[in-house]
């Protein structure tokens, strides 16, 4: 079965509608439909709650995370495991530690990240798919 991990960059562009919307809503659709495992770190999960309240209000942020509840994505604790291996990712690159999470994640799950963050092309050399939303 498919294993998506998805950071937070592709939810905000669903829930704002962005170009890639569509892209991201064909993957929550193979979740939805049992045909994909859908995961997202906490720590990435933060991250749409806290982009959320900041470009709106924290009523929006709260809704859209009640709307994150209606998929049937795996919220994953960042215990040491998790945590560690997100720490080894930051001390290798140049990226946001959060984003170091999702990946983290997508390696230890071996899930593909679903993303458009730019940011991820600097850990090109971690064996891990990236779907590109943008």
Do not use: H
């Not at 704002?16 to 049992?34: D, T, Y």
């Not at 040491?80 to 990946?103: G, H, M, P, V």
């Not at 940011?119 to 971690?126: C, D, I, V």
């Amino acid at each position: 079965m498919k294993k998506y991990v998805f950071d937070s960059y592709a939810l905000i562009a669903f829930f704002e509608n962005e170009p890639a919307a569509e892209k991201v809503e064909s993957f929550l659709k193979e979740v939805l439909e049992g045909k994909a495992r859908g995961f997202m770190s906490v720590i990435n999960w933060g991250e749409v709650y806290y982009a959320t309240s900041r470009a709106y209000d924290e009523k929006v942020a709260k809704g859209v995370i009640q709307e994150i509840e209606n998929y049937p994505l795996e919220i994953v604790e960042a215990d040491q495991n998790l945590t560690l291996e997100a720490a080894k990712l930051k001390a290798r690159y140049s990226i946001a530690y959060a984003d170091c999470f999702a990946l983290a994640l997508a390696k230890i799950k071996k899930a593909e990240l679903i993303t458009g963050d730019p940011e991820f092309r600097k850990a090109a050399g971690e064996k891990v798919k990236i779907r590109w939303l943008s």
